[in-house]
């Protein structure tokens, strides 16, 4: 079965300055997607960025990116000049290709944003 | 309003009622889903609807009852609920076929509390 795992529980960072939150994943796939949601005190879950494992080339979405790393099963989001609106619940998920469409999430990382 | 709405945003409710949550989708998806958020554990998917039709049940006990009786309906029946099924019950919808598959959209979430 497909895992994601989010090893940090609590993340910090002073505003303009740069995160990144980890992620990794344990599949035997080799076509699936990769996805970083935000869930702000709002509670809805928004869609930040999204990696398809065939692409060689790393998502990026404004102040947001990836560093993937297939073979390491590696998925980390990198938070560029982060802002007080980027303090949130962050989510890892993964879906794969082979059938069963199942999105599996992390368990988390709560950013929070110092000003 | 656009993308997906859930009601209520808050629910408390007696072990011996039944009650029922609401999701609806803006967004022309034909695939709605049924996920319970419990603090420091993954989301867990519990119910998988494409075109109409259930096509996941994740082992989750008969006291939820879902039913989609359109592809941008979906409701969660309650009743005789435990105090460990309080949690932030999320709806999600996405477009299954296509490259484009499986972003899932995420609603707000009902806070659901069991006494």
């Known amino acids: 079965a497909q895992t994601v795992t989010q090893s940090q529980p609590e993340m910090s960072v002073q505003e303009a300055e740069t995160v990144t939150l980890s992620c990794t994943y344990d599949?035997?796939?080799?076509?699936?997607?990769l996805f970083w949601y935000k869930q702000p005190p709002s509670r809805q879950m928004i869609l930040v960025i999204r990696q398809e494992a065939y692409k060689q080339q790393n998502a990026t979405e404004n102040r947001f990116s990836v560093n993937f790393q297939k073979a390491a099963k590696s998925f980390s989001l990198k938070i560029s000049d982060s802002q007080l609106g980027d303090a949130a619940m962050y989510f890892c998920a993964y879906i794969g290709q082979g059938g069963s469409e199942k999105l599996v999430f992390g368990k988390g990382t709560k950013l929070t944003v110092n000003p | 309003e656009t993308g997906v709405t859930q009601t209520p945003r808050h629910l408390v409710m007696g072990m011996t009622n039944k009650k029922s949550l609401k999701c609806e989708q803006h967004l022309g998806h034909n695939a709605m889903y049924w996920y319970k958020q419990s603090a420091k554990k993954p989301l867990e998917l519990m119910f998988v609807?494409?075109?109409?039709?259930?096509?996941e049940n994740n082992s989750v006990p008969s006291r939820f009852s879902p039913e989609c009786p359109n592809s941008s309906h979906l409701f969660l029946h309650l009743h005789t609920l435990q105090p460990e099924d309080s949690a932030l019950y999320l709806c999600?919808?996405?477009?299954?076929?296509?490259?484009?598959?499986?972003?899932?959209?995420f609603g707000a979430g009902t806070r659901l509390s069991v006494l």
């Open positions: 599949t035997s796939e080799s076509d699936y997607y």
């Open positions: 609807y494409n075109f109409k039709e259930q096509t």
């Open positions: 999600a919808s996405s477009q299954q076929g296509g490259r484009s598959k499986n972003i899932q959209y």
